[in-house]
């Protein structure tokens, strides 16, 4: 059995469930840093199979976990990159073909309804299942945009629980700092509350103010006069539909309520607006951007100490 | 007099009234192209003056316009570069003690106001004023900002009136072609509604957003774990406080619409998360990835052809 003190590889054969821009990352960057021995990608068609392997991020493919897993055990890792709301099936395919000794994990955006979802397929949550979150990604999406230092520099979230085996947690904990990043662990209440007010809000908002200017504003020309102030703040709404469909069904109640108190502030900032309340406006406006150069600065910090 | 056919230098005296990041790249971009024989600086105080003198953008300052109007002719140009309210306090020293025949022009944010003030002032815009308004920018102000490129490619809205010297329209034409930016005209109304979308809306979007993270969640730590795609969304609310404070005040009915839209919008995808309409979701996330992804082609468009 392979353990956290062994020498490379560190994984006989890794399986990637969805094999998209996160997976694709994974198994690239642990592959070119000789960490696994086989990259095998469970896709859903034959076409998405042969474009894995001719990436050459795949050694070979499968059509289904239940073909592929009498041959793995526990020096082998399942890693699960399918969108949030998928991933239950996924565990379900795991719990009924799958030893109880290969360890499991996922890159969700959303972990609330990952262990959800463990609870009602297996009872509880198994041991061999590692919730995990990279915060790292991009606006792209597909194997093709697949690139073994994605992670380099960034940091990957795992919430375990109580129910989590130690060896499991070591194995997938060591995963990403092969690849580069630095591994924090949270509760799963406090990850999806962070992440609901962080990453989720802002993506509902750049796509709600995108989708005003361009279908409710009837002005043809509304993005002729945009700068490059307009390009950043509204990058995140070219990122996947669908992925960002299930996280904002996954995460529902933490993102309703960043929403709530979001358009609350907003609100507020419309009706000093309208009534001319300059020193509203500039308290918060001196408040957010303190706040924000604060921001700049650990962003700095944390580049610094890489 | 001199005129859009002459040899250089086009400008005698630039007067720049505000030297901040804008009225200083401004002066040093005409400067380093010798499309101005000097630059004086009109600032609030001494300590001001000699700054903009020290970075080798001013060749002198002064502390009023009173003082330095006699000298003022046709071959001038006052630069109005001053928070946004503070234009008609400018506006009606030019009133008072400036020529006739001096053009003057400015970059604020908004032009309703501008031509309002002007109203007020001079009892009709005269024929001497070009509003305008630079689309280039940054989070960053302040003289030590100034760059002389700042322009270069970037495309500045002239909002000239039926009043507008066609003498005067044509200098500050020149004045920002001579600065590599691509003029456009507009008008005032329009060019309000545009701004005030793509624009002044996600920079109040931006400063709400920061300051809910910031100030309403009470998670001390909810910055650490915010990613790049946050980086990028939040760069505007560094903005500086006084200027945004002007321009939300200036342009109050063009932004409190813009916002009207959003909220709406917005709150009926908080209303869809709510209820799990996943229809609902994806056809706007998909239209608004569609939208951002057109703005992309559109910006590369016009990068290319620079």
């Not at 890794?14 to 997976?23: A, E």
């Not at 976990?65 to 055990?73: C, K, N, Q």
């Not at 919730?131 to 979230?157: C, F, M, T, W």
């Not at 709600?208 to 945009?226: Q, S």
């Amino acid at each position: 059995m392979v353990d956290k003190d062994s020498a490379f590889p560190l994984i006989d054969k890794l399986v990637v469930v969805g094999m998209g821009l996160i997976g694709g990352s994974v198994a690239v960057g642990l592959k070119n840093r000789g960490a696994c021995r086989e990259v095998v990608a469970v896709v859903q068609t034959e076409t998405s199979g042969k474009e894995a392997i001719a990436t050459g991020i795949a050694d070979r493919f499968s059509l289904s976990l239940e073909s592929l897993a009498p041959e793995l055990g526990a020096q082998d890792i399942i890693f699960i990159a399918v969108p949030t709301l998928a991933v239950q099936q996924v565990l379900a395919d795991v719990q009924r073909w799958v030893a109880e000794d290969v360890t499991v994990t996922d890159a969700a955006s959303v972990k609330g309804n990952v262990v959800a979802a463990a609870r009602e397929v297996f009872g509880q949550v198994p041991s061999q299942l590692v919730p995990g979150h990279p915060i790292a990604g991009s606006e792209k999406s597909g194997i093709k945009a697949a690139n073994p230092d994605l992670y380099q520099g960034y940091r990957v979230i795992l919430t375990p629980l109580t129910e989590t085996g130690a060896s499991h947690l070591q194995r997938v904990t060591k995963l990403w700092q092969t690849l580069g990043a630095e591994v924090l662990f949270m509760s799963v209440a406090e990850h999806d509350e962070v992440l609901g007010a962080t990453s989720h809000l802002p993506h509902a908002i750049a796509y709600a103010l995108v989708d005003t200017l361009a279908h409710d504003i009837g002005n043809p020309n509304i993005f002729r006069y945009a700068a490059g102030g307009f390009r950043d703040f509204t990058r995140i709404a070219s990122s996947d539909p669908l992925m960002w469909h299930d996280i904002m069904c996954a995460n529902r109640d933490a993102v309703v309520q960043a929403l709530d108190q979001f358009i609350d502030n907003l609100s507020r900032m419309q009706a000093a607006i309208a009534a001319a309340d300059g020193d509203y406006l500039l308290e918060v406006f001196s408040r957010a951007k303190k706040a924000r150069d604060h921001f700049t600065q650990v962003l700095a910090q944390q580049t610094a100490s890489q």
